[in-house]
Structures are given as C-alpha cells and as structure tokens.
C-alpha cells in the first residue's frame, strides 16, 4: 500500500532551524531538514520527496521511501484533532492568500478563521460541478459592480437549475455583511451558489437545499495594465449553453490558461465553433481597428463579462473625445484581430490588459497601446469615484 499522510514518529528527520537546499551538479534538492512545506520548495522549482506533517514535532518529515503505511498508521481524528490539524496546516504557510471572512449557508454564518473555511464534500459542486460562481472587487470599502455580478450569478443559477437558497436581496444582503465582518477595504469577494450537499448521486434530487458560500480574499495590490503575449488554445471552447454560464466547470478554462503559460504567454484565446474570436481563459477580448474602432466578439457564445460592458459604456467617453470612431460587437475574424492597432484583455481580475503579441504575430507597433491604458484609467477611476449603480458602500 502507498503511503499517505502518516508515519511513525522515528521514520522523519529531525527537524532543522533553517531552511536547507542541498545543490547537486544538476539540481537543487529538497531536504526534510529545510523545515518549510515541500510545495514551497516545487513552487521554487526544486524537488521534493514525499513528506507528512508530524504534528508532535511540527514539522514536515520526510518518509523514506521503504515506508510501508498499514491501515492502523493513518490516524483516526476527532474533530478537535481535525480542528488543531486544520490550523497547523493554515500555520505552515501552504495557502499563499489572505482569506479574511467566509459565509456557508451550512453553518449559516460567517468565520473570520480561516481554518473553518471549509465545504462538505458530499455538496454537488464538489463531486458533480454542479454550482455556479461569480466575483466582485472590494475597492476603497466599495463593493464594485455587485449588482451586475448578482444578476449574472443568479442569471447561471437558473440556467443549472439551481434553486435559490435565499432570495436575492437576502443573497445581497449576507455579501455585503461577509465583506463588514472581514474589514477587508481592498481586495475582492467571490461567492458559490451550490445544488448543496446531501448524496453523492448524480441528480441534485437528494439535497435538501442548495447552497450558498462566500469568501472575501484581501489583495492590496492592483493589476498593472502591462502588455503581454497571448496564444490561440488549442483546449476546446465550451459549447455556447455553458459558456454563457458561470459554473464551476473551468477545467476548460484552467487548461487553457495553463497553455498559455506554457507558450510564455499570459493566457490562451478562444475561437468559436466558426473560427471567430471568442474570449480568453477568463477574460473578455476587445480590439481597436486601424479606423480607431473599438471592436468585441458578441457576447452569444461567450461569457457576457461586467468588466467588458462597462468598458462599452465607458468607451463613449473616448467616442465623444474623438479618440475612437466608434463602439461595435460583432463576429471578429482572427485576420481581422492580429492586423488590429490594439488588442486587449478586459475581466475584473486583470481590468484592461494590452495584448502585445498573439502567437507569432506582433500586434500593432509590439507596444501597448494607448486606448487600452485609457480604458484602464477609465475603469479604475470608475471603481474609485464612479456612480452609486457601480460602486456600494460597506459599512465597517
Ligand atoms: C470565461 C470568462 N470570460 C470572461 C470573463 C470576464 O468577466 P468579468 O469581467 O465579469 O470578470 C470571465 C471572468 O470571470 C470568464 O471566466
């Protein structure tokens, strides 16, 4: 039997002080006596061997390779064990984000500890997919295009015939509390609807009542608006019914983006079942023409982003200004979008980014462009200062 997580106390390595990386002629190896979690050593690019967490002498050990785990040397926990586990594992740094506050409709409320952040595995959208998701920034206190977020999410829960668990000013309601009780004034909140724990069937028919979970994640720094390389995928676009929706099926999506991370790019772009431009792995697309258009895909067969229709509407500006001789959305060949003066990126985890080059074809002068650094502006000056549709107060 492979070993899992537990071993017997003498099969480690004392435990370190410092962090030790043995350098070999080729490579850097990790060592049980470095005292730091084996995915920071991957996350450094060195190799690390199996380990577990030796809770008496907190710290990661390593297990030898001849380790022969029986039954009995798997521990049976309690849930204060689990519990003391929980915050152990949270100590040791494996979570490389600032998780400030999460509401579950299963506890029906909201923790500020981080270590009780957690779902039942038995819920649909862990064992099915069967959930839907969506996002909204926290900026300056300001909950940012909420009410937008909210229509698309419940939008995408009809669609995957997810019955509300609440209402949705109650829905509302409890987002805007999560984001008071975690005082985070930057960063961005995301939030599940669930077909709900229940069985591990298939059909949602068993759970008694879906679910609603919610996370504030706190991220003081803000995206800057740098020109970056994209690639065609080469992963499937999702069909039309499940693109337009917002469900936890991203495999798609994190495949692509993986693929383009891979071919040096920031992510990969889609084309549709007719070859057009579609969007990115979870990003909108936008151009500007050589006759100062600013062009987008249709939103039919893809995700209908907030960030992208508020950068439409904000883009009248630039109209009026006579730095853009018109907005349009329509089918965009790839022809079209690689001879194109400008290329973006638009979603609300990126704003605006100016693609630079998309596969081997430089885009415009190869530099970023300055309608997409507008746009930018644009959006950030619209999520500090903008009107009271976008922007919601959270009391603290
Ligand atoms: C597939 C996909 N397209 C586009 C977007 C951009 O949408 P938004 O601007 O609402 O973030 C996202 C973001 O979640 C996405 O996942």
Redesign the pocket.
Known sequence: MAALSASPPTAGVSPSPRPSLVAHKNSVTWSAAAGFPPWRARAAGVTAPPIYWDISKKNWMETPAETIVTENDVPLLSFAEVAERLDEYHASGARNQNYMAMYSSIFGGITTDPSAMVIPIDDHMVHRGHGVFD?AAIMDGHLYELEQ?LD?ILKSASMAKIALPFDRSTIRSILIQTVSASKCTQGSLRYWLSAGPGDFQLSSSGCANSALYAIVIQSPSLPAPAGCKVITSSIPIKSPQF?VM?SVNYMP?ALTKVEGEENGGFTGIWLDDEGFVA??????VGFVTRSRELLMPRFDK??S????KRVLALAEQLVADGMLSGITSRNVSVQEGKAADEMML????ILVKPVVQWDDQMIGSGKEGPIAQTLFNLILEDMRSGPPSVRIPVSY
Do not use: D, P, Q
């Not at 969007?279 to 909108?284: D, K, L, T, V, Y």
């Not at 982003?305 to 992208?308: D, L």
């Open positions: 996002t977020h698309r693109a917002k999506n969007e990115g792995s979870n990003m909108n893809i995700l982003g907030c960030t992208a638009i979603g609300s985890g």
